[in-house]
């Protein structure tokens, strides 16, 4: 009975779970073989115990063990097959404890069966082949879910026009990194969709395939979302060696980057502004509803779609660029931010090549917070000095805003940075302390007062807002 015992408290997934599952077949094996005449429901006990050690229910919960940490597998069966596994424990705990009572009574060689404990035993065997069966058609559901393509991928029934090996599908929106083609979903539909690509090589792409699986699962229970595109799905590109997934774009002619807005478009109201900033925050408050962190919000990654109205506003924004994203619970790479058009949006612990903490949702609030200052400003703090209003160049010449730059200047060589640096944006973003004070200081010094900032506030409040606006 050791060996059952041990197999208390062990979950499917712990360490060395099959291993303790195999003693305690052998052990039941072992022990009902070195008896004679054995009643018919006392040969199943033992058959029980083969099953175990190297039968169908051990191949079975050897399928189980491997695959119960898989994200692709929903919770609800996971915790059902952890319920039945548990269950069949503690009905061998039980079945072993009617044997015991069975072998008192064993008279020279040959079990004496009281009519009472017979009952008790052939319970606990009827039993535990009920939950035996239970497993098994749990199990199939896993073997099922692992043989089985997912239905987020979208194989061959997908084109997108105008791929080729040479050439990517489609274009950019200006002044973004949104890509948008027609795509042929068969039938002769023809949709508008985003394109996002994740390259891999061979020894990432299981792990990254099954990464995108939970990330398409996660973003198509949003299909009633107002701010997250609905998601049609993933594909592996037919020329490279690329996941793409790809998202239907809203039938509304007017979509634009956020960037672009704040690069080409003369102030709005104060209203409009505000606005924007309300959508933003509902598109990042979405994303969290469903257990993600984003990681790289920013202004290029921002689709606004539709135009403005005071009375009724027909904007809608998306939040795009979901190479990134990773489940809230899921283990962090402490690796920072270094490109410095994508370290500016990021929380100063955050930057550089090493970061100095796992990322969480607070570092997303905080990206929220910068770009929704650009917004209430509607100053950009990233700029193309060769801007022209329909460039969509995939990689532009960017640099930081004069008005940043003076900024930093003004601050002082104790917070900011040495007058020579100016034009110098590599030496002005090499700091994170100094991004983050020019932040603060646009904060307490340009936020009109209509937003509920008082101009005399002290760092801390200013910080919060810049934080969590």
Sequence with gaps: MEAVLALVGLGLAAPGVIDCVVRAGRE????????????????????FGTELSRGVLFT???????????????????????????????????AEKELKKVEANEFKGILKILFGMQL???????????????FTSLANLIHQHQTAP????????????????????????????????????????????????RPFNSHSKPQLEEDIQVLVQKLRQTSSSTSIMNCLGYRQNPFHDTFEILFELPTD???????????????????????????????VSEVHSIDLV?????????????????????????????????????????????EWQRAIYQHMTRQGLHAERKYTINHDIYSLGVCMLEVL?????????????????????????????????????????????????QNIMRSAVVVKAVLVDLCRTELPPDVGIERNAGNQGVTVFVKLL
Aim: proline content about 6%.
């Design 28 to 47: 039941i094996e072992t022990r009902i073989s070195s008896t004679r005449h054995l009643p018919d429901h006392i040969r199943k006990y033992r058959t």
């Design 60 to 94: 079975q919960l050897e399928l189980v063990a491997s695959a119960i940490n898989q994200r692709t597998i929903g919770g609800d069966l996971k915790d059902q097959l952890e319920a039945c596994f548990q269950k069949i424990v503690e009905c061998l705990i039980a």
């Design 120 to 134: 008790g035993f052939e319970s606990k065997i009827r039993e535990l082949e009920q939950q035996r069966d239970i």
């Design 150 to 197: 997912p239905v987020s991928h979208l194989g061959n029934r997908v084109k997108l026009r105008h791929e080729s090996a040479r050439s990517r599908p489609g274009s950019l929106l200006p002044t973004s990194e949104i890509r948008v083609a027609k795509c042929e979903m068969g039938k002769s539909v023809v949709k508008s969709v985003v394109v996002e690509s």
């Design 253 to 283: 002619p007017t979509q634009r980057s956020l960037a672009d807005m704040l690069a080409s478009d003369l102030k709005p109201t104060l209203n409009h502004r505000v606005a924007l900033c309300k959508l933003l925050a509902n598109a």
């Design 294 to 338: 984003h990681k790289s919000i920013r202004p290029r990654n921002i689709l606004v779609v539709g135009t403005y109205h005071v009375e009724r506003s027909a904007q809608t924004l998306f939040l795009t660029d979901w190479t990134l994203v990773r489940e809230v619970g899921e283990a962090s790479v402490w690796q920072g931010e270094d």
């Design 377 to 425: 400003l509607w100053r950009p703090f990233i700029v193309d000095p060769a801007f022209t209003i329909g460039s969509a160049s995939p990689n532009p010449p960017r640099e930081l805003s004069e008005f940043f730059q003076q900024r930093a200047v003004a601050l002082g060589p104790s917070v900011g940075v040495p007058e020579r640096y100016l034009k110098d944006t």
